[in-house]
């Protein structure tokens, strides 16, 4: 349940985030002029509101990423974490005759 409402916060705080960016006016106008100052209609005329009020929904997104992440790490585990892993004591890195290098070699038979 709590997994879902981060999901549902992260996507909400992603498409706001989203549509808050491309409503700013820029220094040489861009998709806000484009819908005829609906910036300054919506946020009012002064930047300073709607630029904290982006760096809030900002911060939201960015908890609710973490958030996201530390309850998935409590809930799946990696096959690294359980796994016995075992790295050969010697890796034979010698040419062969044929000229592949790096291919392993067997012992000659007989034990020589």
């Known amino acids: ?7 549902l ?3 909400l705080a992603a498409i706001l985030l989203v549509v808050i960016i491309l409503i700013q006016e820029g220094k040489g ?3 806000g002029d ?3 100052g609906a910036g300054q209609q919506t946020f009012g005329v002064g930047a300073q509101g709607i630029t904290k009020f982006t760096a809030a929904v900002a911060a939201v997104f960015l908890v609710t990423a973490v958030a996201i992440h530390l309850v998935g790490k409590e809930k799946s585990s990696s096959i690294l974490d359980d796994a016995d892993l075992q790295v050969p004591a010697e ?5 062969l005759p044929g000229g592949a290098a790096g291919a392993p070699t067997q012992p000659p038979a007989g034990g020589q």
């Open 1 to 7: 349940m709590l997994e879902a409402l981060l999901y």
């Open 91 to 95: 890796v034979n890195t010698g040419a």
């Open 9 to 11: 916060v992260f996507v």
């Open 29 to 31: 106008g861009g998709l």
């Open 34 to 36: 484009a819908f005829g």
